[in-house]
């Protein structure tokens, strides 16, 4: 029997609808199971692998959106729950989240120095340096390593001992000490002053004699005693040594004993000590050189002799003796030891010739030799050939110099002048009341003043003024014939 096309029509009204799901769309049509209900459920399970509310546009894996499935369903996405956190994303420090899902990426310790920064409330006080957090060694590079608070504070490993300096001499005191990275007012890096409260007692200062270690070598009064130079230094206890022109001995102003006469074979020149006044020098002009150390004696030791016709001065500087050759001009050393002779400086090319009279010669601590010419004084310097220090002209054949090392020379109208070493100008000059007429010598004893001789007769004029201070006659202490005159050594 067949069916009418409306009872067709009413038949599939009668049929059963299953809800949520449209009837017709492929992998969306469910059936009805035997209990009648429908596999399509209200909402969507996450994580399950099904798609519950039979929707494709709600995600089973991936609830945040963020094109990256979470790690429960084997995706990479460590926060499904947040579309910022994902792999890729940029990690923003501080946050306390894992932005780019790496846990090798820290949140809160960006150097990776072990220790939380302070901004998430760490101890960390420079998250940008490996080599600043709590613990960390302290040192002298501006920063404040250990987060202590301090910037390179007195426990830096590194800080170096600073040494006072009160007397602001530029040497320090090695029993003021401080510890810092940075010198106080007050201290330097040096530590070999002996004497912290003057500033004229440091290894840079000339020895004199003081009974001080001006210098900190550790010894008073020792081979710088006197500015280091040989020749004119005055006696041990004050006394004055001379030596006359008509003889050949030498003798002590004041003193009628008589030393030396029967050695040399004219008058004495050049009479000196060394540097520690322990032996007396002398030479005889014509070359030979003595000897005496005290108790003084009536004969001499020979030295040594100078090959070079006449000789004139004579110093001493640290085992050897130096004389100028009156012909050549050029200046010549003996080992006090071996009698030994050689050249010590040449005069070269230049234009004054020194006369070399008696102790006429200064020689500085350095070894330099000055002496006087015609035209102005003359520098002599080892293995060199010599120069002019200045063209004054009317200078007496000699120079001087006192306890510091400071040049003295005289001219014709009694002038005693003070000379700057390096630049030969005048520093200034006292006028004596009784002028050259002759030659003479001069020399400058420990209070500064001036010991000079005259055919005679010998003077001490004061540094101050240039006045006389006390005059001796050779005659009161060797009756002689005329024509004596005086030479002292210091």
Known sequence: ????????????????????????????????????????????????????????????????????????????????????????????????????????????????????????????????????????????????????????????????????????????????????????????????????????????????????????????????????????????????????????????????DWYGSSDAASAPEGVTWNEDQSTFYYNDLVGDVFMQMEPFGASSTKVGTFSLGQIGGGVTLEGKYYVGDYNGGNIYQMDLTTGATSLYASLGSTACKPYFGNNSMSIDSDGTVYAASSCGIVVYTPTAEATMLNSVSGLMSITAMDADNELYSLDSAGNIVHFDKASGAALGHVTIGTAPSTTWTMAVDENGDFIVNYWGEQRIFSHVNGATLKTWEASTYYPATSGYYWYVTF
């Open 1 to 256: 029997m067949s069916r009418s096309p409306l009872l067709i029509t009413l038949l599939g009204a009668a049929l059963p609808l299953y809800s949520g799901c449209a009837l017709g769309i492929e992998d969306n049509i469910k059936h009805t199971d035997t209990a009648g209900t429908s596999d399509c459920g209200p909402s969507e399970i996450p994580y399950d692998g099904v798609d519950n509310d039979c929707d494709p546009s709600t995600p089973d894996d991936d609830l945040d959106g963020d094109g990256h499935n979470a790690l429960v369903t084997g995706g990479d996405d460590c926060d499904d729950t947040n579309p910022d956190v994902s792999p890729g994303v940029a990690e923003i420090p501080y946050d306390g989240l894992d932005n780019d899902c790496d846990p090798g990426t820290p949140d809160d310790d960006l150097d990776g120095d072990g220790t939380n920064s302070t901004v998430t409330g760490g101890t960390d006080c420079d998250d940008s340096n490996p080599d600043v957090y709590p613990g960390a060694a302290e040192i002298c590079n501006g920063l404040d390593d250990n987060c202590d608070g301090s910037i390179d504070g007195p426990d830096s490993v590194d800080a170096p001992i600073w040494y006072a300096d009160l007397d602001a001499d530029g040497y320090g005191d090695p029993n003021g000490t401080i510890t810092a990275c940075n010198p106080p007012p007050g201290f330097v890096s040096d530590a070999t002053d002996c004497d912290d409260t003057s500033d004229a007692v440091n290894p840079a200062a000339t020895e004199i004699c003081n009974g001080i270690d001006d210098n900190c070598d550790g010894t008073t009064d020792d081979v710088a005693c006197g500015g280091g130079y040989g020749g004119h230094r005055i006696d041990k206890g004050g006394d004055y040594y001379y030596a006359l022109y008509n003889d050949k001995g030498f003798g002590i102003l004041g003193a009628s």
